[in-house]
């Protein structure tokens, strides 16, 4: 059974810090990139950041190049979303998921997702 577990989520101000964390179990992601996207209330979800668990290559959407960083605990099978500067349009429900292949911002190449959790960054 393939599990992806996020946490980390919360209410903070604007500017402020957040980390996010997605544990991972259940079977082997090596072969996989383990991506961060995001969903607003009332817009689609949205691609944010992706890494690639052998080489640790990252890839960002413009919205939060700069101001996110996404790496990776191999040994713990833990995939984080460090985020700094953080403003009112940061808020939405946060995923980790892994990628199969394709485009990042193709949402059907993700293969399992997490439960999300929630970001709400206040102004």
């Known amino acids: 059974q393939v599990q992806l577990v996020e946490s980390g989520g919360g209410l903070v101000q604007a500017g402020g810090s957040l980390r996010l964390s997605c544990a991972a179990s259940?079977?082997?992601?090596?072969?996989?990139?383990m991506g961060w996207l995001r969903q607003a209330p009332g817009k689609e979800r949205e691609f944010v950041a992706a890494?690639?668990?052998?080489?640790?290559?990252?890839v960002y959407a413009d919205s939060v190049k700069g101001r996110f960083t996404i790496s990776r605990d191999n040994g713990k099978n833990t995939v984080y979303l460090q985020m700094n500067s953080l403003i009112p349009e940061d808020t939405a429900v946060y995923y980790c998921?892994?990628?199969?292949?394709?485009?990042?911002?193709?949402?059907?190449?993700?293969?399992?997702w997490g439960q999300g959790t929630q970001v709400t960054v206040s102004s």
């Open positions: 998921a892994a990628h199969a292949s394709g485009s990042y911002y193709d949402l059907s190449s993700y293969s399992c």
């Open positions: 890494i690639t668990w052998s080489l640790g290559i990252t």
């Open positions: 259940g079977r082997t992601f090596s072969s996989y990139r």
